[in-house]
Nanobody, 126 residues
Framework: QIQLVESGGGLVQAGGSRRLSCATS????????MGWFRQAPGQEREFVTA????????YYADSVKGRFTISRDNARNTVNLQMNLLNAEDTAVYYC???????????????????WGQGTQVTVSS
């Protein structure tokens, strides 16, 4: 079992930046690939970005490419999401997710993941 806890959400002005973190426990961090998803009001949960078990591979949704950066800190068992140039369309609850894997791939579909955090709200205002 692995537990995930997101933090860092809050109110941000359009054009600003925010850094989210996901702390993990209960399982060796290096055995899980990680991902970030988000869900806006009235919308389906959508893929944002993912990182491989080793950290050597990343993938981004087109909507955030060039603005968001995912990274993992194995010493602290955390995965981070740096969000820049935020706009109103980025307003959502952001979730981190973990998938146990022995491989080096990344995963972009919600149903691929084994564990989920409870989410953290990011609101972008103008």
């Amino acid at each position: 079992q692995i537990q995930l806890v997101e933090s860092g959400g809050g109110l941000v002005q359009a054009g600003g930046s925010r850094r989210l973190s996901c702390a993990t426990s209960g399982r060796p961090f290096t055995t899980v690939a990680m991902g970030w998803f988000r869900q806006a009001p009235g919308q389906e949960r959508e893929f944002v970005t993912a990182i491989s078990r080793s950290g050597g591979g990343t993938y981004y949704a087109d909507s955030v490419k060039g603005r968001f950066t995912i990274s993992r800190d194995n010493a602290r068992n955390t995965v981070n999401l740096q969000m820049n140039l935020l706009n109103a369309e980025d307003t959502a609850v952001y979730y981190c997710a973990a998938k146990s894997t022995a491989g080096l791939g990344v995963f972009t579909t919600a149903r691929d993941y084994d564990y989920w955090g409870q989410g953290t709200q990011v609101t972008v205002s103008s």
